[in-house]
T-cell receptor, first 115, second 115 residues
Framework: GAGVSQSPSNKVTEKGKDVELRCDPI?????LYWYRQRLGQGLEFLIY????????KSGLPSDRFSAERTGESVSTLTIQRTQQEDSAVYLC?????????????FGEGSWLTVV | QKEVEQNSGPLSVPEGAIASLNCTYS??????FFWYRQYSGKSPELIMF????GDKEDGRFTAQLNKASQYVSLLIRDSQPSDSATYLC???????????????FGQGTILTVHP
């Protein structure tokens, strides 16, 4: 597709379960971001992938959170042993990072509810 | 000091007025600056980007950048109720020798345009 695609769009899980969230960036975009946004709050940076460089994981809130990216394509954000405070929308974004074009484009998000 | 700071608002303006949204950033080496709009329950969408000092106009929107003061603003002329949203400032922070670092977002300013 033309835009950033995320799945699932909605996920309800029980506390303590693991969840995987998927992001398909725009084709050709070398940079990929994950953000978390709790209800009524701002964007919280989680992790940033840029090409073959080591990812910037400085925003991951705990070791329960991890993310991988295969080359310059799909990324998966994994949350282990989910807690209620993990309930949020998880936004993925990608960027071409070429020339002056480092504008990022967001997907529609994965809404996670931990019950 | 936060890397990117915005007044959280809410900022309330009457229809037809000029709305002025402000943002300051801490990294003097920042290269590019973005304004995103986020409607409730939706993902952020790009309004404008600016790279050079001065003003950049696009329709009813004007972005202003002053690198010496580390300040970027967004003016919305002839504000409409449909402009009511959260406005996010984003700054490309330096990343040690690479062309682009990750985008860092402010917490957003809530704008309400009342009829």
């Amino acid at each position: 597709g033309a835009g950033v695609s995320q799945s699932p769009s909605n996920k309800v899980t029980e506390k303590g379960k693991d969840v995987e969230l998927r992001c398909d960036p725009i084709s050709g975009h070398t940079a990929l971001y994950w953000y978390r946004q709790r209800l009524g709050q701002g964007l919280e940076f989680l992790i940033y992938f840029q090409g073959n460089s080591a990812p910037d994981k400085s925003g991951l809130p705990s070791d329960r959170f991890s993310a991988e990216r295969t080359g310059e394509s799909v990324s998966t954000l994994t949350i282990q042993r989910t807690q209620q405070e993990d309930s949020a929308v998880y936004l993925c974004a990608s960027s071409p990072q070429t020339g002056t074009g480092n504008t990022i484009y967001f997907g529609e998000g994965s809404w996670l509810t931990v019950v | 000091q936060k890397e990117v700071e915005q007044n959280s608002g809410p900022l309330s303006v009457p229809e037809g007025a000029i709305a002025s949204l402000n943002c300051t950033y801490s990294d003097r080496g920042s290269q590019s600056f973005f304004w995103y709009r986020q409607y409730s329950g939706k993902s952020p969408e790009l309004i404008m980007f600016i790279y050079s000092n001065g003003d950049k106009e696009d329709g009813r929107f004007t972005a202003q950048l002053n690198k010496a003061s580390q300040y970027v603003s967004l003016l919305i002329r002839d504000s409409q109720p449909s402009d009511s949203a959260t406005y996010l400032c984003a700054v490309n922070m330096r990343a040690g020798g690479t062309s682009y670092g990750k985008l860092t977002f402010g917490q957003g300013t809530i704008l309400t345009v009342h009829p």
